[in-house]
């Protein structure tokens, strides 16, 4: 009896690797959702049974995080001091609310983004797969 392939595509690069997690959708299969709760993965994938138990994050989505919300804000406080010349209270009153929203909306597929490394690296677990064109992508 053949085996049949699988109905879902690998992913063809390490960048569409890292889309398909910060989209929330399984590494591997693009399909499935990654986590049941808001930072918590499932234990495997619906579609193509992908273990994902053995992923470490860590807290390497908090950095990834905080880098990119200090980086976009940077410019948006130096303009509310240089061109606004708003005072400290009226600046914290800004920049705080909008920076806790920007680290609540990108810790999650900054989570989903470091699974897909894992996956597509083979780290913590995982298997590595990639498809024959991606290997010598690679090399």
Known sequence: MPIEPPHYALPASFGQTLLRGARCHCPRCGEGPLFRKWLKPVDECAVCNLDIREQRA?????????????????????????????????????????AVAMLIALLQPSKGAVIGMQWWNGMHGFRKERLPQADEDAA
């Open 58 to 98: 860590d807290d390497f989505p908090a950095y990834i995080s905080l880098f990119v919300t200090g980086h976009l804000l940077a410019p948006v406080l130096i303009f509310l001091v240089a061109e606004l010349a708003l005072g400290a209270m009226a600046i914290v009153a800004i920049i705080i609310p909008l």
